[in-house]
């Protein structure tokens, strides 16, 4: 129901634009959280946006380098990643932000090099 896309391979202090689209959901009743699993660790809330877009909430560990929207009409959520560190490296599903979960999808890769 949740697929999310656009990882890749990038030097630190880049930037790079994930997309989570939806589909078979009332996607504007939901609110959205993009969550990361890095190797050997646990799955890890990131960032998520209320149903209208109206609220945001950012964990320490992006905030003020990460910005995510959403677009309603077109039913996906957007994460902008910008100054992105060697830690970034993980891989990165987006998800109802709610103890319910979808069916996690299978995630985009995020590698950030050295």
């Known amino acids: 129901q949740l697929q999310a896309s656009g990882g890749g391979l990038v030097q630190a202090g880049g930037s790079l634009s994930l997309s989570c689209a939806a589909s078979?959901?009332?996607?504007?009743?939901?609110?959205i959280g993009w969550f990361r699993q890095a190797p050997g660790k646990e799955r890890e809330g990131v960032t998520c946006?209320?149903?209208?877009?109206?609220?945001?909430y950012y964990s320490d560990s992006v905030k003020g380098r990460f910005t995510i929207s959403r677009d309603n009409g077109k039913k996906t959520v957007n994460l902008q990643m910008d100054t992105l560190k060697l830690e970034d490296t993980a891989v990165y599903y987006c998800?109802?932000?709610?103890?319910?979960?979808?069916?996690w999808g299978q995630g985009t890769q995020v590698t950030v090099s050295s």
């Open positions: 998800n109802r932000d709610s103890v319910v979960k979808f069916l």
């Open positions: 946006i209320s149903s209208s877009g109206s609220g945001r």
């Open positions: 078979g959901l009332s996607f504007d009743d939901y609110a």
